[in-house]
């Protein structure tokens, strides 16, 4: 009689998530993607990864842990190299597109990770320690250089919401007769663009306006401050 065959016996435990806390940072930055900020509980975040909740904890602290990994995943796109060996107002030009990218393919983050302090988010802090040494290094004033950062992250965050928002969100068609030159220039900037995103335009305007401002700031606080 021929012998009959059998499916093969598995061999060990039933497959199960390896947790690492890069993969709980990664299905964190996931979730906040899909819910939001009021979406995502430590319980979900679990369920995600198909674990129990108490397997996280042998990882990550609680929530607050979870986030400063998630800050860490974007923090670490924006690139920092050009503080190295560029003038500091160059560096900062790429370091604010690479740090408008990085948030605005996550802007659910953007309200979340703008208001926690960076507690816990060590490669964060490493990213911001480039910037400081290059600017006390190009001769700013100490006391300038944080507030000229956060007035810098300030238009970049704004920047990355704009990114994400409708390109017509101005049009005032069936309203032009009410606010004529309103329409007049949005269909002049419409002609100039093309098919190129506003977004992007108004980036390009308000980072090379705001470098310019920062450039005079920078030669007068040099002379002002011994």
Same mark, same amino acid.
């Given at each position: 009689?021929?012998?009959?065959?059998?499916?093969?016996?598995?061999?060990?435990?039933?497959?199960?998530?390896?947790?690492?806390?890069?993969?709980?940072?990664?299905?964190?930055?996931?979730?906040?993607?899909?819910?939001?900020?009021?979406?995502?509980?430590?319980?979900?975040?679990?369920?995600?990864?198909?674990?129990?909740?108490?397997?996280?904890?042998?990882?990550?602290?609680?929530?607050?842990?979870?986030?400063?990994?998630?800050?860490?995943?974007?923090?670490?796109?924006?690139?920092?190299?050009?503080?190295?060996?560029?003038?500091?107002?160059?560096?900062?030009?790429?370091?604010?597109?690479?740090?408008?990218?990085?948030?605005?393919?996550?802007?659910?983050?953007?309200?979340?990770?703008?208001?926690?302090?960076?507690?816990?988010?060590?490669?964060?802090?490493?990213?911001?320690?480039?910037?400081?040494?290059?600017?006390?290094?190009?001769?700013?004033?100490?006391?300038?250089?944080?507030?000229?950062?956060?007035?810098?992250?300030?238009?970049?965050?704004?920047?990355?919401?704009?990114?994400?928002?409708?390109?017509?969100?101005?049009?005032?068609?069936?309203?032009?007769?009410?606010?004529?030159?309103?329409?007049?220039?949005?269909? /002049?900037?419409?002609? /100039?663009?093309?098919?190129?995103?506003?977004?992007? /335009?108004?980036?390009?305007?308000?980072?090379?306006?705001?470098?310019?401002?920062?450039?005079?700031?920078?030669?007068?606080?040099?002379?002002?401050?011994?």
């Amino acid at each position: 009689m021929a012998e009959i065959d059998r499916p093969a016996r598995r061999v060990g435990r039933p497959k199960t998530t390896v947790l690492t806390r890069e993969l709980i940072a990664n299905a964190a930055l996931g979730l906040l993607d899909e819910s939001g900020p009021d979406g995502f509980t430590m319980a979900r975040l679990a369920q995600a990864l198909r674990v129990r909740p108490s397997a996280l904890y042998n990882h990550v602290d609680g929530k607050e842990d979870v986030i400063a990994s998630v800050r860490e995943l974007i923090s670490d796109r924006i690139d920092v190299h050009g503080f190295e060996t560029l003038p500091w107002d160059e560096a900062m030009l790429d370091w604010a597109h690479s740090y408008r990218v990085a948030f605005a393919t996550h802007p659910p983050t953007i309200a979340l990770l703008a208001t926690l302090p960076l507690s816990g988010a060590r490669r964060t802090m490493r990213m911001y320690d480039a910037v400081v040494a290059a600017m006390l290094r190009a001769g700013w004033p100490a006391h300038e250089v944080l507030p000229t950062i956060v007035a810098v992250e300030s238009f970049i965050l704004g920047s990355a919401l704009d990114a994400v928002a409708p390109g017509d969100m101005f049009d005032p068609a069936g309203s032009e007769d009410e606010v004529p030159a309103f329409a007049s220039a949005y269909h /002049a900037r419409a002609d /100039a663009l093309g098919d190129s995103p506003p977004a992007d /335009a108004a980036f390009t305007v308000g980072l090379e306006a705001l470098l310019d401002g920062l450039r005079l700031r920078y030669a007068r606080v040099r002379v002002a401050t011994p």
